[in-house]
């Protein structure tokens, strides 16, 4: 399916998905899916979330605030995916930080996420190549990746997309590059992890590529738009999510993807 294709799905469906994310992304994770069309539900207690991820389209888990019940009820929500066939897409946020964020990444690597979202630190680190990142901010460029994310994608069997001024997504066998976006992006907090939601939410629609690469491109084409407009990272999250919106199937440029 065609990002054009999948941002039509998107909207006709309006899939719920189950977000899992951290205290800074909680609110621009939620308007990113309502503005681009997704039905979100932040769902977090260890008591209910194993009820709540089957009756979703997704689910998506962000370490980035992590603490001890919030870790248990992630490892329950994606055992409870993984019985449901429900898709979820993991966001190891600055694992390579701590000892403790590392075992909690590689706990829930162990329950297989359909795909994995990260900036080129967090890739690089999860393979076990040494990176330059700094918390939750990346410190290298995505090409320096791009190996350390088809090694994953092979031992893991999922998709994984590295973002960067130039996104590179792969399930190991196909690679895909998606240009656009603005180099105001990484100045407004979380947006990585509201990429990460919305991404879930095109995996409730789309085979996990196709879903990755849709996600992204719908992110390109807004970044872009917004920065035409924006003064600074104010202003541009309000145009962001304004472009989000007012993009229609069909306005999508798939000329910024590059299939390999
Ligand atoms: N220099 C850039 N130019 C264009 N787009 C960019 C640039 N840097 C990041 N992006 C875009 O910003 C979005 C978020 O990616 P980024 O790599 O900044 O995530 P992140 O580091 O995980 O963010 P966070 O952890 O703060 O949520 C992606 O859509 C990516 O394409
Ligand atoms: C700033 C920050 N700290 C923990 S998570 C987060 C949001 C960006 O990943
Ligand atoms: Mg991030």
């Given at each position: 399916m065609t990002p054009n294709a999948a941002l039509d799905a998107l909207r006709t469906q309006a899939p719920l998905v189950h977000c899992m994310t951290n205290y800074v992304a909680m609110n621009i994770a939620a308007?990113?899916?309502?503005?681009?069309?997704?039905?979100?539900?932040?769902?977090?207690?260890?008591?209910?979330?194993?009820?709540?991820?089957?009756?979703?389209g997704a689910l998506t888990i962000n370490i980035g605030t992590l603490s001890p019940p919030w870790l248990?009820?992630?490892l329950k929500a994606a055992g409870s995916a993984n019985t449901a066939s429900v898709p979820w897409v993991l966001d190891p946020v600055a694992h390579f930080a701590t000892p403790y964020r590392g075992d909690a990444a590689r706990q829930l690597l162990g329950f297989k996420p359909t795909i994995l979202r990260g900036n080129a630190s967090e890739i690089m680190a999860l393979s076990g190549a040494g990176g330059a990142g700094k918390g939750a901010d990346s410190g290298d460029e995505v090409a320096a990746a791009k190996d350390s994310a088809i090694t994953l994608a092979t031992t893991h069997g999922c998709v994984v997309a590295i973002t960067g001024p130039v996104d590179f997504v792969t399930d190991g066998t196909r690679q895909a590059e998606i240009t656009g976006g603005d180099a105001m992006m990484p100045k407004i907090t979380a947006l990585g992890c509201a990429l990460?939601?919305?991404?879930?939410a095109y995996a409730a629609v789309t085979p996990p590529l196709e879903a990755t690469v849709a996600a992204l491109t719908h992110?390109?084409?807004?970044?872009?738009?917004?920065g035409k407009v924006a003064s600074g990272p104010g202003s541009f999250s309000l145009h962001?999510?304004?472009?989000?919106?007012?993009?229609?199937?069909?306005?999508?440029?798939?000329?910024?993807?590059?299939?390999?």
């Open positions: 308007n990113v899916m309502l503005a681009a069309g997704a039905s979100p539900a932040m769902i977090h207690a260890e008591e209910e979330v194993a009820d709540f991820t089957p009756i979703c248990t009820a992630m990460t939601a919305l991404t879930g992110f390109a084409e807004a970044g872009e738009q917004a962001f999510l304004d472009h989000l919106h007012l993009i229609q199937p069909g306005d999508l440029d798939e000329g910024r993807v590059t299939w390999s």
